[in-house]
Each structure stands twice: as C-alpha cells, then as structure tokens.
C-alpha cells in the first residue's frame, strides 16, 4: 500500500496507552505493494480520461500501475511478413513516434501522481517477428532489440521534445504464455514446446533490458494464469509444469542431460535471471478456499505449490536468485451480476479479504494486485473482475471492500484472527477494531486500538467469549470498514 521506497517511523509519543497485541503471523510481509492495472482505461484513451482512472488509482492506494506493452502496435508494419528495409529495432527512434505516444503519456502520468509505472514486454509480436500468426513462435532476437530499445526509451535519461522521460525499474516478460491465445504452440508432438520459446524470450528482454541500462531493475518472469482444466490440454498448460519444463527438468525436478536435455533445448542451459515470479493466481467460483484439483495448478490459496516448485528448481541450480519472491501481478473475482457463471457479487467482499489476508501472511508475497478496475463490457465475456461495472457504477460491497479489507479468521471459539488495512492510511495512524454478538451494540474489543503498519495493515489475535459468533468491523478517523462474519 506505500510506495516502494517509503518506510516511515511512527512516533513512540503516538502510541503511548495503546494495546498493541502481538502480531498475528511473525513473519508476515512487511513490504508489499498494491498493484492496479486497467489498460482500457489508461493507455488507448484520452488524457483527461487517464488523469481520471490514474487519480482514482492513486485514492485507491495503488503503489504501482501495470501497463502492457503491445510489441505489435509499437513496431512499423506490424501486418507485413518482413521486416522493414533498414528496420534494426533496438533504438527507440527506430519506431514511428507516434507508436510511443500512448505509452509516454501512461509513464509520465503515473509518475507525476507518485506511483511506479510497471511495463509488461508482451506480445502479440509484428508478423516479421513471428511464425504464421502474431503469437506463433517470436523470434527472440527480435524481441532483444524491442526490449533495448524500450528499456532506452524509459531509462530516465532519453529525451522527447526536450523533456526527460522517466526511468521505468519495474518490468515482466509477456503475458500468460501457457495459454496458447498469447504464446503458440502450447504442445509439438506431444511434448511442451511454449515453456521452450518463453525461455528464449525470457534470456533476450533480460539481455536487451540490460544492454540499456535495467540490470539492477526488478525484473519478472512468468505471468502465468493458475489453471488447465480437463479437456484444455492443447490450449493452455499447467503453470508449475510449464515451470519445469522452462527450467530445464522432468517431472521429478531432475535437470534433462545428454539427448533429452537436447530434444527439450536445454543443452545449452544457464540459471535464468529475475528477481521475482509473477503470478496470476485467480480462484474457481467459489473462492479462495476451493483449491485447485491438480497439484500443479495453484489459485491464491495454494500458493504454497508455488514456493515449493520456485525452491526445488533453486536447489537444482535453474535460477540465478535463489528463494524468488512471487508477486501476485493480476488478480480479481468476476461477479455475477454480470457474468452468470462468477461468484455472486454479495461473497465477493469475504473473498477479496481472505485472499489478501493470504498474500499477506507470506513474506515472500511481493505483491497483491487488482485487475481490473472498471469491468469489461459484455456478460460473460472478458474480464468481469473491477471495482466498477462497465457503466461506471461502483459494484455495491466491492468497492469500499478493496480500499478497506478485512478478513476474520477463526482459531477456537474463543479466539480469532483479525486481519484489515486502509489503503490510503500512514503508517502508526490508529484504527479500533470492534464486534458484536447478535443484535447487540458495537463494542472496541479489549486491545482492539491498534497501528496501521508500515503498509496499512494490521493482524491481531483476540480471545473473547463467543468470538466466532460474533460479527467485526473496524473503524478510524475517516470512517469505518465493513461488516464481516468469521471466517470458519
């Protein structure tokens, strides 16, 4: 909920009489990011609908805003089958300036409000860059010279009309390329073949990001989406297997050697850079507590499958980081209504809660995300996952529940788990949380005025009597949470 380099002290004067209880997991992330991403509306757009959606980011609590990065509506003459006549592609002036516009314009404005701007590299890539369709196999050493020329353009020290653009520190590598619709071929003859592909692409943005200047910048790999669903062998595949597979071993974490390591193009293998995991580890229907059927899928709460399959090809020497950190880079519900096959909208706000009580909980969790902010149009189709429908109206419960989270866990009967955060809060400002039992009056639980940490959250155990009965919300100067039941 703070921007990346903000860590502020609180005051002991602030905190004098407060009961501050210990927290409830020691080892619970104390530097997390919110990230928020909503291309549609604010990159294709106006300025002034930017400044609108960007600013309501900002009230929201957004550290940081994602923006994907087309290679395809930056190149020239995406649609011919060969590369321009003198096209090299690694300098930004290469491009049509007026490819840049859009994204210019996104950077500079996210800066300008104080969040960090987050360029996804992806595709689909120029037909000269690519095989017989815009995903089908891009030629990563095309796609090196797009990154370069990229990473030059927001290297904090390349100029447009006299003005200095700003430095981007924070970028990833295509998106969900273990679904055929972004990365092809899924499969070749039975045997992965896009975890091979997002490999090289993978080697050469590192390369080209490099080359320009992003060496030390946070750079991500993955992008995954968490699941495969019978029947969908051949469009999409199992986001830890295609882990594997990208890493270079078998099933049983053993690296392939001699003519397999071959067959699967890994004889020439070297640990692949990053500095973290992203992930999109969205839920079926019912919610974060339904977990994935396979154990090489993961939602967000099995996001312990992650770590595991991170580690075990740490300890065999696949990454050049070793215990990544996973950060959750596009995340939501869809909601019926619209979309009649989602979660009913009136669960979605415990939803929202427990998933980010269980980001939370992990230190390893970078990141937690809200994609999108304003729906899709259509019922079904898309992503019905925003904070808004398509009309603009804010979806009743959902709204106020991603700028004030709270989720309350049960122990025993007696004890609870009460976890929650204002976006917008600064770290030491005082919340007091309260319950009731039935119909009676809202009480501040015993202890139950407590610090906003350097993120805006807090997490405290109570012991009270008819704890799991009773109903919890929280309240600060500038209003006060929802209701939540326990969570049994």
């Not at 020497?317 to 979660?343: C, I, N």
Request: hydrophobic content about 35%.
């Amino acid at each position: 909920m703070k921007p990346l380099h903000v860590l502020k002290t609180v005051p002991a004067a602030l905190l004098a009489g407060v009961a501050l209880l210990a927290p409830a997991h020691a080892g619970a992330s104390t530097s997390q990011v919110t990230i928020m991403e909503d291309d549609a509306q604010t990159v294709v757009v106006s300025d002034a609908h930017r400044a609108k959606y960007l600013n309501e980011m900002k009230s929201l609590g957004a550290d940081v805003v994602k923006v994907r990065v087309r290679w395809r509506d930056i190149a020239p003459k995406p649609t011919k089958k060969h590369r321009p006549h003198g096209f090299n592609g690694a300098n930004p002036n290469d491009y049509p300036t007026v490819n840049w516009n859009q994204y210019d314009a996104v950077v500079r404005a996210i800066v300008a409000r104080g969040m960090q701007p987050y360029l996804s590299l992806a595709g689909p890539a120029p037909r000269w860059a690519s095989g017989r369709s815009d995903v089908e196999r891009p030629k990563a050493k095309e796609f090196k010279r797009f990154a370069k020329a990229v990473g030059t353009r927001y290297s904090g020290s390349f100029k447009r009309g006299g003005i200095t653009l700003p430095r981007v520190i924070i970028w990833s590598v295509w998106n969900e390329a273990n679904l055929v619709s972004w990365l092809a071929p899924q499969y070749v003859g039975g045997r992965l073949e896009a975890p091979r592909i997002y490999r090289g692409l993978v080697l050469a943005a590192h390369s080209g990001l490099a080359a320009s200047g992003h060496a030390g910048d946070k750079f991500l790999f993955g992008e995954l989406l968490p699941f495969a669903r019978p029947g969908q062998e051949r469009v999409r595949i199992r986001p830890i297997a295609f882990l594997r597979e990208m890493a270079c071993v078998d099933s049983h974490y053993h690296p392939y050697s001699g003519r397999t390591a071959k067959e699967h193009g890994c004889d020439r293998f070297k640990p692949l850079p990053g500095t973290g995991f992203a992930y999109h580890p969205y839920t079926y229907a019912g919610g974060p507590d339904v977990h994935a059927p396979n154990s090489d899928e993961a939602s967000i709460g099995d996001l312990g499958r992650v770590f595991s399959a991170l580690d075990r090809l740490s300890n065999e020497h696949r990454f050049k980081v070793h215990r990544l950190p996973v950060w959750v880079t596009e995340f939501g519900f869809q909601s019926d209504p619209p979309d009649q096959y989602a979660a009913p909208l009136k669960r979605i706000p415990g939803y929202m809660g427990e998933a980010e009580w269980l980001a939370y909980r992990n230190p390893r969790v970078a990141s937690y995300s809200q994609y999108p902010l304003v729906d899709d149009p259509g019922q079904s189709g898309g992503f019905q996952s925003g904070l808004r429908r398509h009309s603009g109206k804010k979806k009743p419960h959902v709204y106020p529940a991603f700028r004030l989270p709270l989720f309350v866990q049960e122990r025993s009967g007696k004890v609870v788990e009460v976890f929650g955060g204002v976006r917008t809060g600064t770290p030491g400002e005082l919340v007091t949380i309260q319950s009731r039992l039935g119909s009676g009056k809202w009480g501040a639980l015993p202890g139950g005025t407590v610090a906003l940490n350097s993120e805006g959250y807090f997490d405290r155990v109570f012991t009270i009597s008819g704890a799991s009965k009773r109903r919890y919300r929280f309240v600060f100067p500038g209003g006060k949470s929802r209701t939540a039941n326990v969570h049994h």
